[in-house]
């Protein structure tokens, strides 16, 4: 009987810290597209992961003093219904999964014809090389300050921002844990990531990639700021104050 409880309250528990878990804010839409498919992907992995410790549980109390097990037998109804199960289920998470993943404001690929940002929206180009990232503004001429951490891209919040990246030689990665932003930089072909990011702020980009002996030396850092500060800091990159 103890070892009754003691699975059945090790088991509520396990749901409910998993119910209580509260998710990472999202500070921008593409982080808030990838945490609401994870939600839903939650919604449907809880009660399998309960029914399927149940049945474990139950089978190793009932018979665990069973010492002359009968070979099991065939049920083709019990064959067919988890096989139609594992199907609706596989099917639910490929539908959710498509449905973030076709979104252009998660990640994109093509020519720069497909990029066509608004007045206000922001394009930069970054560019992998062994071991750094050179980030670049075309539509300003205006290229990102480095330091000892990667260079610094300022960007506007609630602001759509398309960010091309490539590379020079090998594979990197541009990732922005998050801001939910990461995508390969392939060299000769570029990819392309878009986002709104709502909270101001600094946010830590690095190389997602193993690439060499300084891997760990390409950091980069996205910088958050409003309209009327973003303007000023333009500005006074054109005109080479800064």
Same mark, same amino acid.
């Given at each position: 009987?103890?070892?009754?409880?003691?699975?059945?309250?090790?088991?509520? @528990?396990? =749901?409910? =810290?998993?119910?209580?878990?509260?998710?990472?804010?999202?500070? @921008? =839409? @593409?982080?808030?597209?990838?945490?609401?498919?994870?939600?839903?992907?939650?919604?449907?992995?809880?009660?399998?992961?309960?029914?399927?410790?149940?049945?474990?549980?139950?089978?190793? *109390?009932?018979?665990?003093?069973?010492?002359?097990?009968?070979?099991?037998?065939?049920?083709?109804?019990?064959?067919?219904?988890? #096989?139609?199960? #594992?199907?609706?289920?596989? !099917?639910?998470?490929? +539908?959710?999964?498509?449905?973030?993943?076709?979104?252009? #404001?998660?990640?994109?690929?093509?020519?720069?014809?497909?990029?066509?940002?608004?007045?206000?929206?922001? !394009? +930069?180009?970054?560019?992998?090389?062994?071991?750094?990232?050179?980030?670049?503004?075309?539509?300003?001429?205006?290229?990102?300050?480095? #330091?000892?951490?990667?260079?610094?891209?300022?960007?506007?919040?609630?602001?759509? +921002?398309?960010?091309?990246?490539?590379?020079?030689?090998?594979?990197?990665?541009?990732?922005?844990?998050?801001?939910? *932003?990461?995508?390969?930089?392939?060299?000769?072909?570029?990819?392309?990531?878009?986002?709104?990011?709502?909270?101001?702020?600094?946010?830590?980009?690095?190389?997602?990639?193993?690439?060499?002996?300084?891997?760990?030396?390409?950091?980069?850092?996205?910088?958050?700021?409003?309209?009327?500060?973003?303007?000023?800091?333009?500005?006074?990159?054109? @005109?080479?104050?800064?």
């Amino acid at each position: 009987m103890n070892t009754k409880r003691l699975a059945l309250a090790s088991l509520c @528990s396990a =749901v409910l =810290v998993t119910l209580l878990a509260q998710p990472a804010a999202a500070q @921008s =839409v @593409s982080a808030e597209l990838i945490y609401g498919l994870n939600e839903k992907l939650l919604v449907i992995a809880i009660p399998i992961t309960l029914l399927v410790e149940g049945i474990l549980i139950y089978a190793v *109390l009932k018979f665990r003093n069973n010492d002359e097990p009968k070979p099991t037998k065939e049920n083709r109804r019990l064959e067919i219904t988890w #096989t139609l199960a #594992t199907a609706v289920i596989l !099917l639910f998470v490929g +539908v959710a999964s498509y449905g973030v993943m076709a979104q252009d #404001t998660v990640e994109f690929t093509g020519g720069e014809e497909e990029i066509a940002p608004d007045e206000n929206d922001v !394009l +930069v180009e970054a560019n992998a090389y062994q071991w750094g990232w050179n980030m670049h503004y075309p539509e300003q001429d205006i290229w990102a300050n480095g #330091t000892g951490a990667g260079p610094t891209v300022v960007v506007p919040a609630n602001q759509d +921002v398309y960010i091309q990246v490539a590379s020079d030689d090998v594979i990197h990665g541009f990732h922005v844990p998050e801001l939910g *932003l990461k995508t390969d930089a392939i060299p000769g072909q570029p990819n392309y990531l878009k986002t709104n990011i709502s909270e101001t702020g600094s946010y830590q980009g690095y190389c997602s990639e193993y690439c060499g002996l300084a891997h760990s030396n390409m950091y980069f850092t996205i910088e958050v700021v409003d309209q009327a500060e973003y303007d000023q800091w333009v500005a006074e990159q054109s @005109s080479g104050d800064a």
